[in-house]
């Protein structure tokens, strides 16, 4: 049983509540009919509670430049797709499972596994396309409406059977037998609807973004054809999104069919160096994978170079690192992927003087770029707290949603002995993670250590109602509306 099965197993064990079967039972039109059941309020709630499930028990991947690369691709396509009815927010789960899941709310969540599967960005791409549009069409919140009405708690169990089912048949048949799944058992999969639906919004916004839509419906066909050889490795992916030859032909004839006035460009630099980083941070044995790009003629390119170093990073051999560092970034003077880990290398040789010039350097051409500040204010808490404070406090206010941010101003704020803006800040970076109770907890510090500060109280003191009010719905036994 893999990491998200687990926990999404507990996020069915701890949800209270029954859910109901209904006879009859058929999804919902879109629009009033979800609303009055489910609001995008109570969709995104219900989000958040899987996601703090989730990453209370799963490994979420911590880093800056993969994460910044993710979410930048993912907005272009969400800014494609037109008005949302929420922010999306998009991470990777470190397993090695080919697998990929949308959560009401507009969350969307990618294996490392299946990021290291595709081959091209226009793959990647049409993944998270399918999954956007999944969630901009509301499918889940959809199937969970026509439940009737049921407290959030419930909805949430019930959330994650669907989610879970597919995933793991044995799962599954525990949370059936909790009376959770009963319904569920027959909505396991995405509808056949549904996964039309997606593919045919999924290739819209492609199209508009500019990225070749083959992309998401090759990706598929090569799942489909390596599942049909060898059905015991079958992936966790086309359990919940079946695909069927019609489906894979109709898409491709949608394509034909759609008008692009634009040359599909080539995997952007990005795409390629993302895959390499997260392949090396993933890596249980990176002197293995080091052995084999020394072996492999192909790998002398630059993308094999760059892979090559942070190798050596991983393995503790800093000034190997940093030579090859240093001819890619005079190769490519200002790429943000050379430049930091040229510094990572020149911090661990024991230049932290090189190390923040050559992050000074990148700031003034990616100026407000938060992946390159989070940097850059780790290194600077270790010599100078006081100016990574004003760094990362600036900074955050810029990138409000910026959970990094405010953890490292948090930090910076402890090390210079402001206690209260210290529990603030953390208070505020857990609130960003769904992390409800650790969130109360720190903002309730942060009140009492302000007590000479009555505006201060005030701003945490309305912060503090927020999170409460948020606990109360997501353990109201009223039904979600």
Not at 40 to 50: H, T, Y
Not at 53 to 62: G, H, I, N, T
Not at 283 to 311: F, M, V, W
Not at 402 to 412: K, T, V
């Amino acid at each position: 049983m893999n990491i998200a099965t687990v926990a999404l197993l507990s996020a069915v064990l701890t949800a209270g509540g029954t859910v109901h079967a209904h006879e009859g039972h058929t999804l919902p039109d879109m629009g009033e009919a979800v609303d009055s059941t489910l609001s995008p309020a109570a969709e995104q709630l219900l989000g958040s509670r899987f996601m703090q499930e989730l990453r209370q028990r799963a490994l979420f991947l911590d880093d800056p430049l993969i994460e910044y690369y993710l979410n930048s691709l993912g907005t272009r396509l969400v800014t494609a797709s037109g008005e949302t009815l929420f922010p999306f927010h998009f991470q990777i789960i470190r397993d090695p499972q080919i697998n990929a899941f949308a959560v009401p709310g507009g969350y969307v969540t990618v294996f490392s596994g299946l990021f290291l599967h595709t081959r091209n960005e226009s793959e990647l791409a049409g993944v998270l396309a399918h999954e956007i549009a999944h969630g901009t069409q509301r499918h889940i919140a959809r199937m969970l409406a026509g439940q009737g009405r049921m407290t959030l708690p419930a909805l949430a169990g019930f959330a994650a059977a669907l989610l879970l089912g597919a995933a793991s048949p044995q799962a599954a048949a525990a949370a059936a037998a909790l009376g959770m799944a009963g319904t569920a058992q027959q909505q396991l999969n995405f509808t056949r609807d549904n996964e039309y639906e997606a593919d045919r919004i999924g290739i819209q916004i492609l199209t508009r973004s500019g990225i070749d839509p083959r992309g998401m419906v090759s990706f598929f066909e090569k799942l489909q054809r390596q599942e049909g050889s060898n059905p015991i490795a079958a992936n966790e992916y086309l359990r919940t999104h079946p695909v069927t030859g019609n489906r894979v032909a109709e898409a491709y004839n949608r394509i034909e069919a759609t008008p692009m006035p634009f040359r599909p460009a080539s995997d952007s630099l990005d795409y390629g160096l993302a895959r390499a980083r997260l392949e090396v941070l993933v890596e249980s044995q990176p002197q293995r994978l080091l052995d084999r790009l020394e072996r492999n003629p192909h790998s002398e390119r630059e993308i094999g170079e760059y892979q090559k170093a942070l190798c050596l990073l991983r393995l503790n051999r800093p000034t190997q690192a940093r030579e090859r560092l240093q001819a890619l970034t005079r190769m490519k003077p200002g790429n943000i992927w050379y430049a930091m880990a040229l510094a990572d290398a020149e911090e661990a040789s024991g230049q932290p003087g090189a190390a923040l010039k050559t992050l000074r350097e990148l700031d003034r051409l990616y100026p407000d770029n938060a992946a390159l500040i989070s940097a850059l204010g780790r290194l600077q808490l270790r010599n100078d707290p006081a100016a990574a404070h004003t760094l990362l406090r600036e900074a955050y206010r810029r990138h409000p949603d910026n959970a990094r941010l405010a953890q490292g101003w948090a930090e910076a704020a402890g090390k210079l002995g402001r206690e209260g803006e210290s529990h603030e800040a953390l208070g505020t970076a857990f609130l960003l993670q769904n992390r409800l109770r650790e969130a109360h907890h720190e903002l309730e510090a942060a009140w009492s250590r302000n007590a000479a500060d009555p505006v201060a109280r005030a701003r945490i003191d309305s912060r503090l109602k927020e999170i409460e009010e948020k606990i109360r719905l997501m353990e109201s036994d009223k039904p979600a509306h």
